[in-house]
């Protein structure tokens, strides 16, 4: 099975632009997270996508949004760049169950892409 | 507020002695822990899981041991290879059967001397 794809690996953007990141989860995994990793801060959550629905948000401003498509593709948006913003994002995917029904939150990451904000 | 802590930044151990990495949480609702294992510009790796119903899980050299009392874990790689050094998290799964976030501390740096 394919793991993880994000696209592109690799992003140099200016400040203010805007900035799209792919994410290709596993085959069948319905679940797609994305995560931040920064030095001081570490892996901070994001958002999460289930079946084309947000379900759940992390503690970053509205400047950053995302979408999951039908077949569980997922984008996710940068607007306004910030240096700041400099980070690797982190996609991960989940087989994870329908909403309600046990199951465990075992994630797998793709090799993330770096973006730079000069 | 950092609910997964990682209090040991970095780690040196000799090959084939044992490794081992702390975790302490402390949001009782985590039912659900993981490791894992990142080289850098690569994404992290899934190691090995325990569910809070558990006090220990095995995987081959990888141990994962849970004292839910402390609100303490902690991974035991035994014995230690190079190919062992890394930068591993821990992370917490949220006490919610409909979430996909991860909560995750620092990261630990463990470097295996040949």
């Known amino acids: 099975k394919a793991g993880v794809t994000q696209t592109p690996r690799y992003l140099i953007k200016t400040r203010g632009q805007q900035v799209t990141l792919s994410c290709s989860p596993i085959?069948?995994?319905?679940?797609v997270s994305w995560y931040q990793q920064t030095p001081g801060q570490g892996l901070q959550f994001l958002f999460e996508?289930?079946?084309?629905?947000?379900?759940n948000k992390g503690n970053f401003p509205g400047r950053f949004s995302g979408r999951q498509f039908s077949n569980s593709r997922s984008e996710m948006n940068v607007s306004t760049l910030e240096l700041g913003d400099s980070a690797l994002y982190l996609c991960?995917?989940?087989?994870?169950?329908?909403?309600?029904?046990?199951?465990?939150?075992?994630?797998?990451f793709g090799p993330g892409t770096r973006l730079t904000v000069l | 507020d950092q609910q997964v802590k990682q209090n040991s930044p970095s780690l040196s151990v000799q090959e084939g002695r044992i490794s081992i990495l702390n975790c302490d949480y402390t949001?009782?609702?985590?039912?659900?822990f993981l490791w894992y294992k990142k080289y850098p510009a690569e994404g992290p790796t899934f190691l090995i899981s325990?569910?809070?119903?558990?006090d220990k899980n095995e995987d081959g050299r990888f141990t994962v041991f849970l004292n839910k009392s402390a609100k303490h874990l902690s991974l035991h790689i035994v014995p230690s290879q190079p190919g062992d050094s890394a930068v591993y998290f821990c992370?917490?799964?949220?006490?919610?059967?409909?979430?996909?976030?991860?909560?995750f501390g620092q990261g630990t740096t463990l470097q295996v001397k040949p």
């Open positions: 991960a995917s989940s087989s994870m169950g329908l909403a309600g029904a046990r199951s465990y939150n075992e994630q797998f």
């Open positions: 085959s069948g995994h319905r679940s």
């Open positions: 996508y289930f079946s084309e629905t947000q379900r």
């Open positions: 949001n009782s609702m985590f039912d659900y």
């Open positions: 325990i569910s809070s119903i558990k």
């Open positions: 992370a917490a799964s949220p006490g919610s059967s409909n979430t996909g976030k991860l909560i």
